[in-house]
C-alpha cells in the first residue's frame, strides 16, 4: 500500500510558478512510478507528467511541455510538479498518483490516488 498526500496547490496569476509536492508513505517509494494528473470541473482527468523510480524517464502531456517539470526526491519520499509560465487552463484540482513498473497516461492505469490540492490560475 502507498498513501499519498499533495500539497502546495493555490491561486497564481498568468504566467506565475507555483509548486506542487506530494508526500508518500507506506511502500518503498523507489520502486514506483510517479505521476500527477489533473481535472477539471466537467471534465475528465487527464495525464499532466509522469516520472519513473530513478528520476532519469519523464513524460509530459503536451500541453505542459516546456513549462511544467516533475521531479523526484526519494530520499525524502516525495514527488514535485513545478509549474511555471501558468495558463488559465492549468486551472484544476491536481492528484498525485503511483503504480508500478513503467509511466503510462491512463487514470485507470494507477492503483493509488492522492486527495488532491486545487490550483487556480487567474487571468
Known amino acids: 500500500q502507498v498513501q499519498l498526500v499533495e500539497s502546495g496547490g493555490g491561486l497564481v496569476q498568468a504566467g506565475g510558478s507555483l509548486r506542487l509536492s506530494c508526500a508518500a508513505s507506506g511502500r518503498t517509494l523507489s520502486i514506483y512510478v510517479m505521476a500527477w494528473f489533473r481535472q477539471a470541473p466537467g471534465k475528465e482527468r487527464e495525464f499532466v507528467a509522469g516520472?519513473?523510480?530513478?528520476?532519469?524517464?519523464?513524460d509530459y502531456a503536451d500541453s505542459v511541455k516546456g513549462r511544467f517539470t516533475i521531479s523526484r526526491d526519494n530520499a525524502k519520499n516525495t514527488v514535485y510538479l513545478q509549474m511555471n509560465s501558468s495558463k488559465p487552463e492549468d486551472t484544476a484540482v491536481y492528484y498525485c498518483?503511483?503504480?508500478?513498473?513503467?509511466?503510462?497516461?491512463?487514470?485507470?492505469?494507477?492503483?493509488?490516488w492522492g486527495q488532491g490540492t486545487q490550483v487556480i490560475v487567474s487571468s
Open positions: 498518483a503511483s503504480r508500478r513498473i513503467i509511466i503510462l497516461k491512463r487514470a485507470y492505469e494507477y492503483a493509488y
Open positions: 516520472i519513473n523510480w530513478s528520476g532519469g524517464s519523464t
